[in-house]
């Protein structure tokens, strides 16, 4: 760093030498100062319309709920993820196999179609995200922050189940602690919720078939929903497969066929 006696040396040498040297040393000075000044510009706008265009790819690999987070907390902070507390819904069609043996694939198409229209409906009436869909298996997460997540994904699986009339369904549901982030490539991200919540929810849903009922719930979740248990169907000592201790859950049988089962 040039020091004051030095900075006022520069000058006068600069200023004692005839003017038109001057007037073409100021005017290079100039240039340089304004190319690289230009130059930072540029990378700057490409940066931005890089991390635009990137951003844009994500999104369409995510649930459109989730654009806020992306914006906000960046995609490096979503794939280290978070472990929030969440209600986790698996829905799974009864008989689904017979059915689609039966099925052309333009009807079976069509079918699925409106199947999966009416889980994403009830979704984003509810207030849920639709985690994935796999076949004719569906995987909708709520998010507990306000303490509602239980009785939003109750009024979820009533919707589906009301509005689902030409199969039978099976819907397993349990609240607890999970880890939910963004997971893969830049090129084909999925946002997922992983953990023992979500292994509940999928074999109390397996467990409706052999129960007997369309819905079923666990003690978690029936604690904090404002309903008459008198409603439900007790099972006190529910065995689930691959878990060493029985649970408690609840379960309604409504829009359910005992016969239509795979």
């Excluded at 900075?7 to 100062?33: D, E």
């Excluded at 689904?96 to 079918?111: G, V």
């Excluded at 639709?130 to 909708?140: E, I, L, N, S």
Aim: proline residues 3%; hydrophobic residues 50%.
């Amino acid at each position: 760093i040039a020091t004051e006696a030095e900075a006022r040396a520069g000058l006068i040498f600069l200023f004692g030498m005839p003017p038109n040297i001057v007037r073409l040393v100021m005017i290079a000075l100039a240039s340089i100062v304004l190319v690289a000044a230009s130059m930072r510009i540029r990378a700057l706008l490409r940066r931005s319309i890089d991390e635009a265009e990137a951003r844009g790819q994500l999104t369409r690999f995510l649930p459109a709920e989730l654009d806020g987070q992306l914006e906000a907390k960046g995609l490096d902070a979503m794939r280290d993820g978070q472990q929030p507390r969440m209600a986790v819904v698996f829905v799974d069609i009864r008989g689904f196999t017979a059915r689609a043996e039966t099925l052309l694939p333009a009807a079976l198409s069509a079918f699925l179609a409106r199947y999966r229209a009416t889980i994403s409906k009830a979704a984003d009436e509810t207030g849920g995200i639709v985690d994935k869909f796999v076949g004719d298996g569906a995987m909708v997460v709520f998010d507990d922050r306000h303490g509602d997540a239980a009785t939003c994904a109750v009024a979820f699986a009533r919707q589906v189940l009301d509005g689902v009339t030409d199969v039978s369904l099976g819907i397993g549901i349990h609240l607890g602690e999970v880890f939910a982030g963004v997971v893969g490539g830049e090129g084909r991200l999925e946002y997922t919720v992983l953990g023992d919540t979500g292994n509940v929810a999928a074999r109390l849903e397996a467990a409706t078939k052999l129960e007997g009922v369309a819905l079923l719930v666990s003690e978690d979740v029936m604690q904090v929903l404002e309903v008459r248990q008198s409603d439900w169907q007790h099972f006190p000592s529910l065995v689930l497969p691959g878990r060493q201790q029985p649970v408690s859950a609840w379960g309604l049988a409504k829009g359910y066929s005992a016969a239509a089962t795979e």
